[in-house]
């Protein structure tokens, strides 16, 4: 590869149920701890948090500016300025905050906000939709039979920008809307937006629930350390045990959908259900935890969103932070419910269509929103239709099937492009264009910066190093045209109508990822996730002496430690 401005593929993030977090919490925790000041406290866990999000993208710290003492730029990450991203935001909003409040009419005052989202949406919009509309209006021209003669930029997403642009925006549309006043200590507005327990994965925090947190400090007295340790060991269970085990299921069927039986087509739904909820709910469980532990409280994120006796219920208890985001600040913003019916859902169909797309740049993210759109649609005409009386008396179907629909809308959020690349074929390493179809294929999912194993998250393939046939789908050596890379099994609508046909059995082949364990486990956590949820377990762990609390929390780690994969994998919504 030819010396670029930033030759070597992104870093790796640095994941919460990795030890090498725990021992720089460890020393994070001691020294907030230590400080008496709560300016000192606010300092030092800014720092922190810049230097904990800045190494998602510059790697080891000591290469890093040893590179850049001696200018060598080719060897340092993809991405490596990323950081700065979150600077200018912070910066750009504590002034916007000002410039809101000290404007004299409301003219001013909609100048200001409105340089807000722009700007801040306008960032974000490059960085996560250029690549989407780039690859669609070259399919364009090539179905028109033209070629295009620009160069795609080599970009990917940089990590959490999703999650702090829209808590950098809630400060600024509170600010407008007189629910806050500016902040007028930059300190504490730097903080609020870089807080790393929720700086790349959420929960998205308002402005208006952290900003008085700042003003005091915490005791330690005050602090829930019980709490806070089991929510950060349920957290790790949720994701190292469950959702990363479950992972390989579901992996191993979006590989070849259409090579298994509806059977699996189900199965591998039920699991990947369990995966995206153990996985986000996980990092959000440990985020609260960590955060707790320096005295801070994050808003709750999930409140058991498979229980939910409608879609309206679902996305009441499902990335409440999100929801309530595109709540107050979309849905309201475009009229709400302040119309016509007609004008209602259309503003409901409208946030739904923004809040997929801002999961990611794909049609297949609309589709989801647009599914969940409809789905609040037929909810409320229902209720208006039904009656409370009809609605009670089918309260008792509600929940399955309200799950049903939330598990079909799942397979276009996770039926994205599906690859298949170099595989290994006895010692020999051979392309997709060199094997039969009796070669075991090696599934690969292309995020923003390349090509990735998705048992082993490690880049196979940087974007810059192939070219993709916009006729064909598929990935070639930008040196050998010929050469190919991988070449897609299906688009995102293609497998997402594959996967339905065999939900309905309708279609498929005959292999099958179904073992007996499997559907004992997904047994087991869905008798657990009912149990919680009806809170029997209560709160037991509390009243137990403290030597027996240390010791179930440690035998429960060991476990857990034991039970989980040996191979770290990022949490979904790092993607997003």
Request: glycine share 8%.
């Amino acid at each position: 590869m030819s010396a670029t401005l930033a030759s070597l593929p992104p870093a790796s993030p640095i994941l919460f149920v990795e030890f090498r977090f725990l021992w720089i919490f460890a020393v994070i925790f001691l020294v907030n701890w230590a400080l008496r000041s709560n300016t000192a406290r606010k300092v030092w866990l800014l720092v922190c948090s810049h230097a904990f999000y800045t190494c998602f993208f510059i790697g080891e710290p000591a290469a890093f500016f040893q590179n850049i003492a001696a200018g060598r730029w080719d060897q340092l990450h993809e991405g490596w300025w990323f950081p700065l991203l979150l600077w200018f935001s912070t910066f750009m909003d504590y002034f916007v905050g000002l410039g809101i409040e000290g404007a004299k009419t409301d003219r001013g005052r909609r100048l200001w906000v409105t340089g807000s989202l722009v700007v801040n949406l306008g960032v974000l919009a490059f960085f996560k939709y250029y690549g989407f509309f780039d690859e669609n209006v070259r399919a364009v021209f090539a179905w028109l039979g033209l070629s295009p003669t620009w160069e795609p930029l080599k970009i990917f997403l940089p990590y959490g920008i999703s999650f702090y642009t829209f808590q950098s925006l809630s400060y600024s549309i509170e600010v407008y809307r007189k629910q806050l006043p500016a902040e007028r200590s930059f300190l504490n507005l730097a903080f609020f937006i870089a807080f790393f327990p929720q700086v790349v994965a959420g929960p998205i925090v308002r402005a208006m629930t952290f900003l008085p947190q700042t003003l005091k400090r915490t005791e330690w007295s005050r602090v829930d350390v019980r709490g806070c340790l089991v929510l950060f060991f349920i957290g790790f269970v949720k994701k190292s045990c469950v959702s990363d085990n479950l992972a390989g299921i579901v992996d191993a069927y979006f590989c070849a959908p259409q090579d298994y039986n509806a059977f699996s087509a189900w199965v591998a739904m039920l699991c990947y259900a369990g995966q995206i909820y153990c996985d986000f709910s996980g990092y959000t469980d440990m985020a609260l935890g960590v955060a707790g532990l320096l005295g801070y409280q994050l808003c709750v994120n999930f409140a058991f969103p498979y229980f939910a006796v409608s879609i309206t219920d679902f996305w009441r208890r499902w990335h409440m932070s999100l929801s309530s985001w595109l709540r107050d600040y979309l849905y309201i913003s475009l009229g709400g419910n302040r119309g016509s019916k007609l004008f209602t859902y259309r503003n409901l169909m409208l946030t739904m269509l923004l809040g997929g797309l801002w999961h990611g740049a794909s049609w297949a993210f609309l589709l989801w929103g647009g599914l969940h759109g409809m789905a609040l649609i037929f909810h409320r005409e229902w209720v208006r239709l039904a009656g409370a009386r009809m609605v009670s008396a089918v309260k008792w179907i509600a929940v399955p099937l309200t799950f049903l629909w939330v598990l079909l809308a799942w397979v276009p959020f996770r039926a994205g492009d599906t690859y298949v690349g170099t595989v290994t074929r006895g010692n020999e390493k051979a392309t997709l264009g060199e094997i039969t179809n009796q070669s075991p294929l090696k599934p690969i999912r292309l995020l923003g910066d390349g090509f990735y194993d998705q048992q082993g998250e490690k880049l196979l393939a940087g974007r810059d190093t192939v070219k993709r046939d916009p006729l064909t789908g598929d990935w070639h050596l930008v040196a050998q045209p010929a050469k190919v890379v991988a070449r897609r099994l299906g688009g995102s609508f293609s497998n997402t109508v594959g996967v339905w046909k065999s939900l309905l059995c309708m279609g498929g082949g005959t292999k099958s990822v179904c073992r007996s364990v499997i559907l004992i486990v997904l047994a087991i956590l869905t008798f657990v996730h009912w149990v919680n949820a009806r809170a029997f377990l209560g709160q037991w762990w509390r009243r137990i002496p403290a030597p027996h609390y240390a010791a179930l929390l440690g035998a429960g780690a060991a476990v857990a430690i034991f039970a989980k994969p040996v191979v770290y994998k990022a949490f979904i919504y790092f993607q997003f």
